[in-house]
């Protein structure tokens, strides 16, 4: 019962940063996991970074430890994605989905685990 929407992407300079939100309707949000991935022309479907549905515990692509930051908010309904010194190589759809369980390691990144996505939002990083 858990629909999602991105928002917050936008054009910006290499260096800069970015706030998406993936917001939920439906009362039972905070019994999902929820996961950010992209995928940019040409490429496959990325993983970008996964929260447990208490936010005790975070996951994140190697390539964007330390610079991406994903929170949530269940009073809100609302899962965030902080992107810091965002690069060219960051242009990107950006979408979320949720899961019922999300246990860590490797897993968190299996995108066939993850469903009800959102239509995405697009992040454009210029050099």
């Known amino acids: 019962q858990v629909q999602l929407v991105e928002s917050g992407g936008g054009l910006v300079q290499a260096g800069d940063s970015l706030r998406l939100s993936c917001a939920a309707s439906?009362?039972?949000?905070?019994?999902?996991?929820v996961g950010w991935f992209r995928q940019a022309p040409g490429k496959e479907r990325e993983f970008v970074a996964a929260?447990?549905?208490?936010?005790?515990?975070?996951y994140y692509a190697d390539s964007m430890k330390g610079r991406f930051t994903i929170s949530r908010d269940n009073a809100e309904n609302t899962v965030y994605l902080q992107m810091n010194s965002l690069e060219p190589e960051d242009t990107a759809v950006y979408y979320c989905?949720?899961?019922?369980?999300?246990?860590?390691?490797?897993?968190?990144?299996?995108?066939?685990?993850?469903?009800?996505w959102g239509q995405g939002t697009q992040v454009t990083v210029s050099s």
């Open positions: 929260i447990t549905r208490s936010g005790d515990r975070r």
């Open positions: 989905g949720v899961r019922r369980i999300l246990v860590g390691g490797s897993s968190a990144g299996d995108g066939s685990a993850y469903g009800n």
């Open positions: 439906g009362r039972a949000f905070s019994t999902y996991a």
